[in-house]
């Protein structure tokens, strides 16, 4: 199944993991992911990226920018399956401010 979510900007998908690895392209805006070990992604207009199922891969997404973040997000899930799970943040990540801004990992 595919879907394509957007976020407006300075706005957050809260902190979620998924049944399934889900693939994501960013048409639009940019992506910063928070993960669950703190680490700070960066996703780009035009890039993608795959995120793996599972608790153990508690992550969030912000849109800190000034236009919205289109993604076009394909798994393997049926129709009426949500794609995300909310989660509680983790230990490491729980005060996302004091990871933005950071040194983003900027991928390509």
């Known amino acids: 199944m595919t879907r394509e979510v957007a976020l ?4 957050s998908t809260g902190w979620h993991y998924h049944r399934v690895p ?15 070990d703190g680490t700070i992604e960066v996703h780009h207009a035009g890039t993608c ?4 199922a599972g608790i153990h891969h508690v992550h969030l997404g ?3 920018g000034s236009e919205p973040v289109v993604l076009r997000i394909t798994a393997a899930l049926a129709g009426d399956v949500p794609f995300a ?4 943040a983790p230990a490491p990540a729980s005060d996302e401010s004091a990871y933005l801004p950071a040194d983003p990992v900027e991928t390509a």
């Open 49 to 52: 990226f795959v995120e793996p």
């Open 62 to 64: 912000r849109n800190l």
């Open 22 to 36: 889900l693939m994501a392209v960013v048409r639009s805006g940019t992506l910063t992911r928070i993960l669950s």
């Open 8 to 11: 407006g900007p300075g706005g």
């Open 85 to 88: 799970l909310p989660a509680e």
